[in-house]
């Protein structure tokens, strides 16, 4: 991604010595290199905010020097990579996924558990833990026996991201009361406990989920295919090749008719369309070959 150097990446109030539209454009192509993020023009701003800290900690004092820094310095590369990332997300996001995941997609892994055969989901992109949780506490259902039940069967599932700050707050697992709402009423007290605002996932449904580091456009180590990916609100800040590239491996990375949920302004589109089926609201499953 070539960025053209226009005068709207300039910051007003913001002297060009400190962050010129060059300081912009060569970030911009950093992390469009590494993470496969697009910083388009008028993101200008919120470079300069997110990583102005990071340039006056490591006494960089400008972004010229600090882009200088990130070429060679790989711990601060990925804490400017980490700072320029969107975190936002919350329980029970696009519930129609959830709706059609427990009417739709539950009863065939509870039978293939039952059956002795894995189950492995991943949430891509999984932020602070939020989409993970809601799915996994989906998945172990209202009843909390029949739930424990479920979570004694070879069930695993994978939430992985590039931000560490979103996924120590993700192991952490602790958050505040009013950010649980969105979820069912019956769900929230099967599986979560409360103490004054805070409510802490429980150890159950904790014990399911593996978080990991990692790079989406980098190499994945997992070995083994999933029944389920979750991959929301991820791919809206990438480009159409990168889009198309990534659907393309997590088809592969499916088991055969195996299921891949996007976040709900999001399409399988390019050569990866022919190898799915739209089965729900953004909701495809890998066709069989
Ligand atoms: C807006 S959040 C979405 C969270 C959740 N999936 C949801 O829908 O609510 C996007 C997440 O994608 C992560 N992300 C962005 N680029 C990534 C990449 N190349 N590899 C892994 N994660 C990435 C960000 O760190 C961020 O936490």
């Given at each position: 991604m070539k960025h053209a150097l226009v005068q709207k990446d300039a910051v007003p109030g913001i002297s060009p010595e400190i962050y010129s539209p060059r300081d912009f454009a060569a970030v911009s192509e950093i992390v469009y290199s590494r993470v496969g993020i697009v910083l388009a023009e008028g993101k200008a701003l919120l470079v300069y905010s997110r990583l102005a800290p990071r340039v006056r900690e490591t006494g960089a004092v400008t972004f010229a020097n600090y882009v200088e820094l990130l070429r060679d310095d790989e711990v601060e590369l990925n804490r400017a990579l980490a700072s320029l990332t969107t975190n936002h997300t919350f329980f029970y996001r696009e519930a129609h996924h959830f709706e059609h995941f427990e009417e739709h997609t539950r009863p065939n892994l509870i039978a293939n558990l039952n059956r002795r055969v894995p189950v492995r989901m991943w949430s891509a992109g999984?932020?602070?833990?939020e989409e993970v949780y809601s799915l996994i506490m989906t998945m172990l259902g209202t009843d909390r026996i029949a739930g424990q039940s479920i979570a004694r069967g070879d069930l695993k599932v994978l939430a992985s991201d590039i931000a560490p700050h979103a996924l120590a707050k993700a192991e952490a697992a602790v958050y505040e009361?009013?950010?649980?709402?969105?979820?069912p009423n019956e769900l929230r007290e099967a599986w979560t406990s409360k103490a004054g605002d805070e409510v802490t996932i429980s150890p159950v449904a904790r014990s399911l989920v593996r978080f990991r580091s990692l790079n989406l456009l980098g190499d994945w180590p997992m070995a083994g295919k999933f029944d389920v990916i979750f991959c929301r609100n991820?791919?809206?800040?990438?480009d159409q090749p990168t889009k198309e590239r990534l659907i393309s491996r997590f088809l592969d990375a499916l088991k055969p008719d195996g299921l891949l949920y996007i976040g709900h302004s999001e399409r399988v589109t390019g050569p990866a369309a022919d190898r799915?089926?739209?089965?729900?609201?953004?909701v495809y499953r890998r066709r069989l070959p």
């Amino acid at each position: 991604m070539k960025h053209a150097l226009v005068q709207k990446d300039a910051v007003p109030g913001i002297s060009p010595e400190i962050y010129s539209p060059r300081d912009f454009a060569a970030v911009s192509e950093i992390v469009y290199s590494r993470v496969g993020i697009v910083l388009a023009e008028g993101k200008a701003l919120l470079v300069y905010s997110r990583l102005a800290p990071r340039v006056r900690e490591t006494g960089a004092v400008t972004f010229a020097n600090y882009v200088e820094l990130l070429r060679d310095d790989e711990v601060e590369l990925n804490r400017a990579l980490a700072s320029l990332t969107t975190n936002h997300t919350f329980f029970y996001r696009e519930a129609h996924h959830f709706e059609h995941f427990e009417e739709h997609t539950r009863p065939n892994l509870i039978a293939n558990l039952n059956r002795r055969v894995p189950v492995r989901m991943w949430s891509a992109g999984c932020s602070s833990g939020e989409e993970v949780y809601s799915l996994i506490m989906t998945m172990l259902g209202t009843d909390r026996i029949a739930g424990q039940s479920i979570a004694r069967g070879d069930l695993k599932v994978l939430a992985s991201d590039i931000a560490p700050h979103a996924l120590a707050k993700a192991e952490a697992a602790v958050y505040e009361a009013k950010d649980l709402k969105p979820v069912p009423n019956e769900l929230r007290e099967a599986w979560t406990s409360k103490a004054g605002d805070e409510v802490t996932i429980s150890p159950v449904a904790r014990s399911l989920v593996r978080f990991r580091s990692l790079n989406l456009l980098g190499d994945w180590p997992m070995a083994g295919k999933f029944d389920v990916i979750f991959c929301r609100n991820v791919m809206i800040y990438f480009d159409q090749p990168t889009k198309e590239r990534l659907i393309s491996r997590f088809l592969d990375a499916l088991k055969p008719d195996g299921l891949l949920y996007i976040g709900h302004s999001e399409r399988v589109t390019g050569p990866a369309a022919d190898r799915v089926q739209l089965v729900g609201p953004t909701v495809y499953r890998r066709r069989l070959p």
